[in-house]
């Protein structure tokens, strides 16, 4: 191709990124649009309430939330499809045949992994989380719930990050597509 690696893989990425969240979009639009035909008037109602009530029941931080868990999304969006990127770059490495099928069980094996351990992670830190922060105010609870989300978009963006400097080093060095 007569592009460099790192083009070709961030139009991959912002392709897979943005058909993605099209894709959630239209579903979010499309069940919104069923519940207006099923319920009637009262959707854009219950919709308004739903964010009168979690501005009034949480305050200001609501706004951070929704921004936080918007951000959350996307870069997990990123994460997803560069971990789908990397486990198609692995397969063809280690096959020249039945890449596809190679790139299925590499796909499914590395996220039964990933969702183990994000199991562990959520059963023990959940519980360890919530034992810590018994003893704090309602202000220092919405913080601290605000701080938490913020590292957990760090961490799917610095995972993003790392699957990308990977894939951009086994498309270069490995499959030498130059």
């Known amino acids: 191709l007569p592009v460099k690696t790192s083009s070709l893989l961030n139009s991959k990425l912002i392709a897979g990124v943005a058909v993605t969240v099209l894709s959630y979009f239209v579903m979010v639009t499309d069940i919104i649009a069923m ?39 996307l870069v997990y969006v990123a994460f997803s499809v560069m971990f789908t990127y990397i486990c198609i770059t692995i397969a063809s490495i ?48 919405k913080a601290t719930v605000a701080l938490i989300l913020l590292v957990i978009v760090l961490f799917f963006s610095m995972l993003s990050l790392l699957l990308h400097v990977l894939q951009s080093y086994m498309l270069d060095r490995k499959l030498n597509l130059a």
């Open 94 to 141: 280690i096959t020249k045949k039945a890449r596809v099928i190679t790139a299925i069980g590499i796909y499914y094996g590395a996220n039964s992994v990933l969702s183990f351990l994000s199991q562990m992670f959520f059963i023990f830190g959940m519980s360890s989380l919530t034992e810590w922060m018994i003893p704090l105010t309602e202000s220092q609870t």
């Open 35 to 73: 519940l207006w035909v099923g319920i009637g008037n009262d959707v854009p109602e219950w919709i308004w309430d739903f964010f009168v009530d979690g501005y009034r029941e949480i305050g200001p931080m609501f706004p951070v939330y929704i921004v936080e868990a918007l951000l959350l999304l």
